[in-house]
Structure formats: C-alpha cells, structure tokens
C-alpha cells in the first residue's frame, strides 16, 4: 500500500522534501513508519519527542494503523506568541 508523507517547517529543510509517497507493508503502525523515515532521513531521529503526527488531517499515537491512501504530517512544535 501507499501512503504519502508531508514535511513542514523545519523538517522540509531537514528532509529536503516537501511531500513523497511511499510504500509500506498492510498493518504499519506510525511508528513504524517514522523509525523507516529515520532510516531515509537520520537528521529526524532526534526531532521525535516533539512532533506531531497526524493521519488524514488528525494528531495520532504511534500505534495507529495506516491504511493504503493514507496522508502523515510530520508536523513541528509551533512557536510564537
């Protein structure tokens, strides 16, 4: 199945993306999925304890299960005021 991954702020700088698509096994879970990021991206690997991911427009926990057509955001902590 595929899911694509979107990349914002910081992390699109990081990643040097903006949005792919990948292809994972039925049943990954978030988690899963970002340790394979990490693999691909390894600048991500300490940014984890504060971000947000969020399938199809909603923060989950990493074990959430994706489904084929799925969208991730790996979103950032928001700054400002």
Do not use: W
């Not at 990349?7 to 394979?36: C, D, M």
């Amino acid at each position: 199945m595929q899911v694509d991954i979107l990349f914002f702020a910081s992390l699109r700088l990081l990643s040097g993306e903006r949005k792919i698509r990948v292809s994972i096994p039925e049943g990954t879970t978030l988690q899963q999925l970002f340790a394979s990021l990490v693999g691909r991206y390894p600048a991500l690997a300490d940014r984890r304890p504060q971000l947000v991911l969020a399938v199809n427009g909603t923060g989950c926990g990493d074990d959430q299960q994706l489904h084929d057509g799925d969208e991730v955001a790996l979103l950032p902590p928001v700054s400002g005021g």
